[in-house]
């Protein structure tokens, strides 16, 4: 019945329409905002924007081919909106100019109505109405940034923007079977995920509780971040929150893994689904079961400073990576001609010791001449071998008072991937 009714409704009333109501809305947005003023300091509000958006259409419609007169009204716009602002740093010193510019905006919406998808549209007339609105919240957040994070931030869009589509995306040789572009593919996309972490860590949750910095930190690192939640436990040996806190370091660590296997090998995600979701389980009930379990002692929670890793879009941390990217290629190729698939599992529980990202990535990535299955069961044994290792950290570096718990935690994540990997 609609659609019966709009095809009796010319295109070019509906998009007249939609353009005021559109300068109209970004009015309205520009007189509340300026509600509380004791003056007028915008050259105005709701009528000028939705007139201005009038305007535009109307000298738009005028001729739709060569755009003159559009672009003479335009021109006269920006003359008017010029002496107003020239006007206004003269008379109240102010110098901003989102007022301007909005208008400017709105005098296009006219031929963006006609021309463009209407959800090109709707998109930046809630851009504007959001970036107009944010001033506050954006200068606040902008003051939390330091000059080394926007330097770093601008290499590493550098190196993903630029560098990685041109890499080639062959192989390197018989023994290294990666290609550059994906060599380099996999350093942006294990950064990428960390940077989340970071980013969520100092700007989003600076004062993150105990159970939050292990969500955000077992995306960056579970290793790192149940070996500081360990030192931590010596300072506070009665919080009931460290435990629960490794084990949810761990399943992220889980959720990491498996959407870096979506990534680049659906197969393999296929595969080690079914165990992942067992693992997760299991280490979420854990944290659930120990954290209800604990007596309450009515203490303050500890907060984590935000510190709890570095920036992973830094040089350093990407090249280290890199590093470990190539030499596990190189070792596992070797392996894998000399011992086959024995060797690689074997191989996958020495890695457990170290930072098993670089070699899961190898497997996910590289036409090794082994099966699905084989990289599967070396993936689930390198991080079988991980949580040992993790354990090890805990009982080393914990206190204590947390070391049964600990063991029944880890002892059934490791006895879980034995299960999965041999069974």
Known sequence: MTQEILRYIPIEFINFLLTVVFALLIGLEQRRHNIKQEFESLFGTDRTFTLIGIFGYILYALNTQTLVPFLGGGAALAILLGIDYYQKIKEQHRFGMTSLVTGLITYCLGPLTATQPKWLVLSVVVCVLIITEIKDDL???????????????????????????????????????????HFWLAIVVVSSISYVSYLLKKFVFPNAGMLLTGILGGLYSSTATTVILARKSKEDPGSAKIVPAIMLATAMMYVRIYVLAVFFNGAIAASLARSFVVFIVIAIGLAVYFLRAAPSAGKKEITMPVQTHTNPLEFKTAFIFGGLFIIFGIVTGYV????????????????????IDPFILNLFQSKWNIAD?????????????????????????????????????????????VIFAFV
Do not use: W
């Not at 939390?144 to 330097?151: L, M, P, S, W």
């Open 139 to 181: 200068l606040k957040f902008s003051q939390k940034f330091d000059n080394a994070e926007f330097i770093t931030l601008a290499k590493f869009i550098v190196l993903a923007g630029i560098i990685l589509p041109l890499l080639p995306d062959t192989p390197i040789s018989q023994t290294i079977n990666i290609s550059p572009f």
């Open 336 to 355: 894998i001609t000399a011992f086959g698939s024995t060797g690689v599992n074997m191989m996958a529980f020495v890695v457990g010791v170290t930072d």
């Open 373 to 417: 299955a084989v990289i599967v069961m070396a993936v689930l044994n390198a991080i079988t071998s991980n949580n040992l290792l993790k354990l090890g950290y805990t009982l080393v570096l914990g206190s204590p008072a947390i070391r049964r718990r600990v063991i029944i935690c880890f002892g059934a994540l490791v006895i879980a991937g």
